[in-house]
């Protein structure tokens, strides 16, 4: 059954609500094969996405989404082996994975995360959950934060309605287009936060072999065993601005695009 989207937009700002974090990730990527059990300060890089969402403060269940294949038998070992739940789905069209996910798991808003995000900070993902439900917002984000630190936080509701919708390849891809351009339909809660950042093209997502150069040199000078905040980072490349130099040329697909990166 079509919901109906002109009735939807959520009046939750006094909801209490479960938070899932849906995590996707699978080994097939494309620009860089097997990242997600890449060693990255002496564990697999998913490790370390896994481990900040478990600090992130009002999340109530950790799901890893990935794909059929036993290429990523390996991942969801780690998942387990961490606690977290797996669901297992289509590769192609991951809106479907998270939906389904969400639909299994459960939760009355759900936090995307992705696989190749190593420096997804805690601080600030638990602040997107506080925004959502203090905004009675369907769909929420802050997009200046650096690329690869940020969560996307979306009621479960308006999830389904986007899974019923959608019908274009890179609304299948990337889970929320229809909701973003649908404005008409939901209520979007999309604004910067302040932020301490003298590098506006700051890229710390790892999609490239200089994306991990990247990683692999904070990590290197900021790990000491447990996830460290957005502003060492920063600090950091400060004390090291080369750093953000390595990987200033790679080339961010756009939303449109509709090849699975993770």
């Known amino acids: ?42 564990k697999p890089l998913l490790y370390h996405v896994f481990e900040r969402i478990q600090v992130t403060a009002g999340v109530d269940r950790i799901v890893l989404a990935t794909c059929h294949g036993e290429r990523n038998n390996g991942i969801i ?11 297992i789905g289509s590769e192609d069209n991951v809106l479907e994975r998270f939906y389904c996910a969400a639909r299994q798991f459960g939760g009355d808003f759900i936090m995307r995360v992705t696989g190749d995000n190593p420096f997804t900070d805690p601080g600030y993902a638990e602040r997107t959950i ?21 969560v996307g936080m979306v009621t479960k509701s308006a999830l389904e309605i986007a899974y019923r919708r959608s019908d274009q390849p890179h609304e299948f891809e990337h889970v929320t287009p ?39 040199r904070v990590y290197a000078g900021c790990y000491r065993g447990k996830p ?35």
């Open 77 to 87: 070992d780690l998942a387990r082996s961490m606690g977290i739940d797996v669901f």
């Open 130 to 150: 506080r925004a959502i439900k203090e905004t009675g917002a369907d769909l929420c984000y802050f997009p200046n934060l650096p690329l690869g630190t940020g």
């Open 228 to 262: 460290f905040p957005l502003s060492e980072v920063i600090s950091y490349i400060e004390k090291n601005p080369d750093i953000a130099s390595i990987n200033s040329a790679i080339q961010q697909r756009p939303m449109t695009h509709s090849s699975p990166t993770c």
């Open 178 to 216: 229809y909701i973003k351009e649908h404005p008409d339909e939901f209520k979007l809660h999309i604004c910067d936060i302040e932020l301490h950042n003298p590098f506006p093209n700051l890229r710390l997502t790892v999609d490239t072999e200089e994306d991990f150069e990247v990683a692999r």
């Open 1 to 42: 059954m079509l919901l109906n989207p002109q009735s939807h937009k959520s009046d939750n700002i006094t909801m209490k609500g479960k938070v899932t974090a849906i995590i996707q990730a699978r080994m097939g990527s494309t620009r860089l094969p097997g990242k997600a059990m890449i060693d990255l300060g002496g």
